[in-house]
Every structure is written in C-alpha cells, then in structure tokens.
C-alpha cells in the first residue's frame, strides 16, 4: 500500500510506498539541515588566520596603542568626510586559542547603510604607505534577522562565512546595538564548529571620540 499526495505548489499527484516516503522525508530533513547550517554559517573556513599585517599603534598592542588606533583612525575618516558621530567600535579580548583571533579583534566603523534593518561595520586597517593611509579588511559585524544575532562574518551575502556570533537576542533585546548584545559569544574554529568565548568584548565609541 502507498500513501497519496498532492503537491501544495504544483497541485501535481503521486503514490509513494512507506519506504519511499520515509527516504523522501530523510532526504528532506538533511536538505534542511544544510540550509540551516549555511545561515548560520557553518561549514570550513577558507580564511587567514593572520589577516593583512599590522604595525606599531595598528597592532593594538596595549592600552596606549589601542586608544591611540581609535583617535587616529576617527581623524583619518573625519578627513574623509565621515560624520563626527559614526560609530567606531573597538572589539578584543578574544582567547588566544581562538584561530580567527586576530581577524576578529581591531577597530570597526560604522558603514553609510544599515544591513538588515540595523547598523553594520566594517573592520578598519592602516596602511602607511598608502595615499588615504586607511582601508578596510573583509571582516563585517551584521545582524541577522533569521536568527536574530549578531554576527562577525566575511561578507555581506544572504549565505556568509560567520567566525563569530553573539548568543541569540530575544524579542524585547533584537534592537539593541552590537555592544550590548546577549553573550556568551560563539566563534568559529575554521572547520564549522563554534566554542564559547566569554571574553569577546566590544566597547562603542564615535569617530570624534
């Protein structure tokens, strides 16, 4: 005996024995799974662990340094025509076991246009030799309406390598700024699986400081 089906989409029809059906529903269930891991962005990491090479304040090696970066960066946008109030946000304190470490913690800014009804940011980079001595990494922080959180991923597609994301925000906490999203934040090792990382921090500031 088969079971008799009707297509909601294409009203098409069709008899499946019980097997069938339950391949049917497996091949379903896995299908579904991989889509739910793509949106999460799960799956390798094709990235640099070390990312473009920073040097002296750029390094944010220390206090000094790190406040230092903020100023100079916030003076090198301003000179480019960038508002007094764009936020600039500083993330660190990621575990040196961490792989994507050093891609995740540095200096972000405040892109020109919202992603997914909230503001997103781009990881900023010195370059000394360069004529606008400032550009920009591949790293963003967005926030994902799907699965309402935020997330440090590698591009701004629909389905995005993520190597980091804050714990899921609930309804009363989904428009609340990246700096005081729900931790503890999970980050990417490179083969798609997420470990906790109490440390991540990520404190707010704006270009004019």
Known sequence: QGVFEISPGSGASKVL????????????????????KRRRGGGRIFLDPEGPKQTAWAALEGPEATKQA???FGAL??????????DLLLVSG????????KRIGGVYYQMPEPFSGQRCYQKLLYFP?????????GIFIVWNSDTSVWEFATGLAKYRSVIAQSAACTDDAA???VWQA?????????E??????????????????
Do not use: N, Y
């Open 17 to 36: 024995s019980q097997e069938a059906r339950l391949e049917e529903r497996r091949s379903r269930v896995t299908a579904e799974a991989r889509a739910l």
């Open 70 to 72: 903020l100023a100079e």
């Open 77 to 86: 946008l301003m000179q480019r025509g960038f508002p007094k109030t764009t």
């Open 94 to 101: 990621v575990s040196s076991e961490r792989r994507f470490r």
């Open 129 to 137: 030799e360069a004529p606008t001595l400032v550009g920009c990494d």
């Open 175 to 177: 428009g609340l700024p």
């Open 182 to 190: 729900r931790g503890p934040w999970m980050v990417q090792d490179g």
């Open 192 to 209: 798609g699986e997420f470990q906790e990382d109490a440390a991540l921090h990520i404190a707010e500031s704006t270009v004019a400081g």
